[in-house]
């Protein structure tokens, strides 16, 4: 059963800006406000790296790669978390997923791609 489900991506040039969302299944309603949030990406022939993540509490954090250009959020209302990524590069082309867990639960999405045109 899905349990997170990312639409959003798809194909946009070097310099332009796109936002993923995650967003939880009706299953998981009740907990996601406690989750841990993160988004990886996956480049091909490469190994999946982490991006940024958010508390439930809303800290957040990011990869060097990324500060500055990409900003996580979440929204516990709407049971969504997003990946506002503005400055696109032609290196940020990768599968983004999404994860969620607490003790005792992990959850992932089953990816979106993502195409930066140079």
């Known amino acids: 059963q899905v349990r997170l489900m990312e639409p959003g991506g798809g194909l946009v040039q070097a310099g332009g800006s796109l936002r993923l969302s995650c967003a939880a299944s009706r299953s998981i309603f009740s907990i996601f406000t406690i989750l841990h949030m993160e988004w990886y990406r996956q480049a091909p022939g490469k190994q999946r790296d982490l991006v940024a993540t958010?508390?439930?509490?809303?800290?957040?954090n990011y990869a060097d790669s990324v500060k500055g250009r990409f900003t996580i959020s979440r929204d516990n209302a709407k049971n969504t978390m997003y990946l506002q990524m503005n400055s696109l590069k032609p290196e940020d082309t990768a599968v983004y997923y999404c994860?969620?867990?607490?003790?005792?639960?992990?959850?992932w999405g089953q990816g979106t791609q993502v195409t930066v045109s140079s």
């Open positions: 958010i508390t439930s509490g809303g800290t957040t």
């Open positions: 994860r969620g867990y607490k003790v005792g639960n992990d959850y």
